[in-house]
Nanobody, 125 residues
Framework: QVQLVESGGGVVQAGGSLRLSCVVS????????MGWFRQAPGKEREFVAA????????LYADSVKGRFTISRDNAKNTLYLQMNSLKPEDTAVYYC??????????????????WGQGTQVTVSS
């Protein structure tokens, strides 16, 4: 069965950096678009970033563009999110997700079918 497991979350001071990882089970990781979403307490889950099946094509939310970088290593079945210049408003549970196909990038939850359990990121002021 397809499983996604995030790691790398933690507590960091404003202006600091973290790198999140998501390890995906299965033999066909390289065939899928992948994305990151996040959810803060009391708020709806929101899109963060997406990447094409072989990398190179990326999509970012305006709130993180220029600070976050999404990447993937298909040989390791792993998705990454490098987060720099972190702000307190970045505090949330971060989720990785597998897209429905390899031909598009999307910021909609409905375009993703499998989700990880989430990893907590806390940015202190």
């Amino acid at each position: 069965q397809v499983q996604l497991v995030e790691s790398g979350g933690g507590v960091v001071q404003a202006g600091g950096s973290l790198r999140l990882s998501c390890v995906v089970s299965g033999r066909t990781f390289s065939s899928y678009v992948m994305g990151w979403f996040r959810q803060a307490p009391g708020k709806e889950r929101e899109f963060v970033a997406a990447i094409g099946s072989v990398g190179g094509s990326t999509l970012y939310a305006d709130s993180v563009k220029g600070r976050f970088t999404i990447s993937r290593d298909n040989a390791k079945n792993t998705l990454y999110l490098q987060m720099n210049s972190l702000k307190p408003e970045d505090t949330a549970v971060y989720y990785c997700a597998r897209g429905l196909g390899s031909a598009f990038l999307s910021n909609s939850e409905g375009s993703y079918d499998y989700w990880g359990q989430g990893t907590q990121v806390t940015v202190s002021s």
